[in-house]
């Protein structure tokens, strides 16, 4: 048992975990084990959910316009410490830091637009609609929503979910990847800096088993999940079985179509960006390319590899290991992610595909236990290849 073990965040307050599971959490770019987070016990989640119970009940009192003054206080304090909670996405999660950077403002937009709630909130009234009817709606809160997020975006994911659910009057329970669970109680601690009342919002950390409690305890309203297609599969069958409203995004296999017409030092900017920015490590990764014509693709294959050539990789947060410019990519998540990611390009091969870049045998010198796989590129892809049929998740 490690003396650095993380707890939960539940009514404003970090609690140790009575728990005796954990998982460990590692440092992408050095294979280094940063600390140990506790799987919570059935019971630490139904407390969780317990403590937004309670708290829903005043909270969903407050005025909208109060609700929002206590996310304009937050969003404040998330740019204040945009620097630390960059450091910390990029430590656990092992993107470099512009990357990190970019989360943060994305998640930052949803905070910004919930802050607009007192206007975003308001009803609809329609006259005579019928003879001698009108017609009204009214937006009221649910109660307490659960979010499920994903390790690949630890900042941004979460911030598409709470904000507007909070700003809206309901309470809620997260409950984060435990590859990188960092992020989110430090934005637990900014929300209570921020003002909001206990019991608000709840960070319990675990797998499955905290899962499960929050598909299945008839006092969570709606759920939203982010993550692999399977579990997304799971998520909506079970949480909707037991009369919650849920939204599942899975996985994804997105194409660029390449036009002759198109312009070739654009193109390659794009897809270099879309390809292998956050190491692939993302939904909205265009992993495939569809070139009209085979001029079209010699040209393409070709500024691609002279790209590609020219890529640095190394860790996310470069300076502190004494690099003065930042790498253009950094590890993956995991070692069994990076592994299962080779695993994937020798099935490519293996399956008839040619392989132009091969990213499998990267090594990083100073950084040879990190998770690192190089950038890979392939070529005559067919349907029903594991390659064009997965999503891969890998740059």
């Known amino acids: ?84 909670l960059a450091e910390l996405i990029s430590s656990e999660h092992g993107k470099v830091y512009s990357d990190a950077m970019g989360e943060l403002t994305r998640g930052l937009e949803v905070v910004e637009f919930a802050c607009g709630i007192p206007h975003l909130q308001k009803g609809e009234h329609s006259l005579n609609v019928g003879r001698g009817v009108d017609s009204y709606s009214l937006m009221q809160p649910l109660g307490v929503c659960a979010g499920i997020s994903p390790f690949n975006f630890p900042a941004m994911v979460p911030m ?54 929050l598909l ?81 693709t010699d040209n393409l294959i070709t500024k691609l590899k002279t790209e590609i050539s020219t890529m640095t990789i190394g860790p996310g947060l470069y300076k502190q290991f004494g690099m003065e410019e930042e790498p253009h990519m950094g590890p993956l998540i995991s070692k069994e992610h990076a592994q299962k990611v080779r695993d994937y390009i020798t099935s490519g091969v293996e399956q008839g595909a040619t392989l132009v870049v091969d990213g499998r045998d990267f090594v990083r010198k100073n950084h040879e236990q990190g998770y690192f796989v190089g950038p890979t590129l392939f070529d005559h892809v067919k349907a029903g290849m594991r390659i064009y049929d997965e999503e891969i998740f890998g740059p």
């Not at 899975?250 to 190491?279: E, F, I, T």
Request: glycine letters at 6%; hydrophobic letters at 40%.
């Open 1 to 84: 048992m490690s003396n650095n073990v993380m707890g939960n965040f539940i009514n404003n307050q970090i609690v140790k975990s009575a728990s005796s599971r954990q998982a460990k959490v590692f440092n992408p770019a050095t294979g280094d084990v940063s600390l140990h987070v506790s799987l919570s016990t059935v019971e630490e989640t139904q407390s969780a959910i317990a403590a937004a119970q309670t708290a829903f009940e005043t909270w969903s009192q407050v005025t909208p316009l109060n609700r929002a003054r206590v996310l304009f206080k937050f969003k404040a304090l998330v740019e204040q410490h945009s620097h630390e």
């Open 216 to 296: 299945t305890d008839e006092r969570i309203q709606a759920v939203s999940f982010v993550g692999s297609t399977p579990i997304a599969e799971y998520i909506y069958a079970t949480a909707s079985a037991h009369g919650k409203r849920v939204q599942a995004l899975g996985g994804a296999k997105n194409h660029m179509l390449v036009m002759p017409d198109a312009d070739p030092s654009q193109v390659v900017n794009s897809l270099m960006g879309a390809a292998y920015g956050s190491a692939g490590e993302r939904c909205m990764a265009i992993s495939v390319a569809v070139c009209v014509g085979d001029d079209v």
């Open 160 to 213: 598409w979910m709470f904000p507007v659910s909070i700003a809206c009057g309901n309470t809620f329970v997260i409950k984060p990847s435990e590859k990188d669970p960092s992020t989110i109680m430090r934005l637990a601690e900014l929300l209570k800096e921020a003002g909001l009342p206990d019991g608000v919002f709840n960070v319990v950390n675990g797998d499955k088993e905290s899962v499960d409690v």
